[in-house]
Nanobody, 115 residues
């Protein structure tokens, strides 16, 4: 099991930027597939982006071109750089680590995009 702690959320105006971080425990972080998900009030949790151990990235269409996922294996951390934020990006953002059948989630970090 891996412990995940998200940080970096908050309130930002439309068009602004935020960078989320997710720090993971354990010594085998480099082989995990890491992902970011989000859940807005009254909606289901949705996938946002993921990055493999080989740094292959994938994005939901709704964030493609605006968000960038990256990882630093030396720091056991995955990042989500969010640019050109829109009100509809407001949600609790969750980090997920996956390897084989294992899935671990962080507790979430709130992002609010509002003027």
């Amino acid at each position: 099991q891996v412990q995940l702690v998200e940080s970096g959320g908050g309130l930002v105006q439309p068009g602004g930027s935020l960078r989320l971080s997710c720090a993971a425990s354990g010594s085998i972080f480099s082989i995990y597939v890491m992902g970011w998900y989000r859940q807005a009030p009254g909606k289901q949790r949705e996938w946002v982006a993921s990055i493999t151990s080989g740094n292959t990235t994938n994005y939901a269409d709704s964030v493609k071109g605006r968000f960038t996922i990256s990882r630093d294996n030396d720091k056991n951390t995955v990042y989500l750089q969010m640019n050109k934020l829109k009100p509809e990006d407001s949600a609790v953002y969750y980090c997920k680590a996956a390897i084989g059948p294992m899935r671990d989630w962080g507790k979430g970090n709130l992002v609010t995009v509002s003027s």
